[in-house]
C-alpha cells in the first residue's frame, strides 16, 4: 500500500511581501523564477475570489477575508 500521508512534500506555501508599485507580488515572483530556470506552480487560488463562489456565496467575502484574498 501506497504511503499517501506525505504525498505534497513537493508543495510551499509562501507568502510574498507587498509591491510598493502595486503589481501583484506572485506574478513578478512566477516570472523570475522562470527567468532563472526555476519550474514553480500556482494550484490553488484562492475560493471565494472565483466567480462562481461570488455568484453563488457571499459577494462580501472579499472584504471579510483580507489576509486570504491578499495571498
Not at 515572483?29 to 484562492?46: C, D, L, S, T, V
Not at 461570488?54 to 486570504?68: D, F, I, K, M
Amino acid at each position: 500500500m501506497k504511503d499517501f500521508t506525505n504525498s505534497n512534500w513537493h508543495m510551499f506555501q509562501l507568502v510574498l511581501p507587498e509591491r510598493q508599485d502595486g503589481q501583484p507580488a506572485r506574478a513578478t515572483f512566477m516570472e523570475e523564477m522562470k527567468q532563472r530556470g526555476i519550474g514553480i506552480g500556482y494550484h490553488y487560488p484562492a475560493i471565494h475570489l472565483l466567480s462562481l463562489y461570488r455568484e453563488r456565496g457571499s459577494r462580501q467575502a472579499c472584504s471579510r477575508l483580507p489576509s486570504a484574498s491578499g495571498a
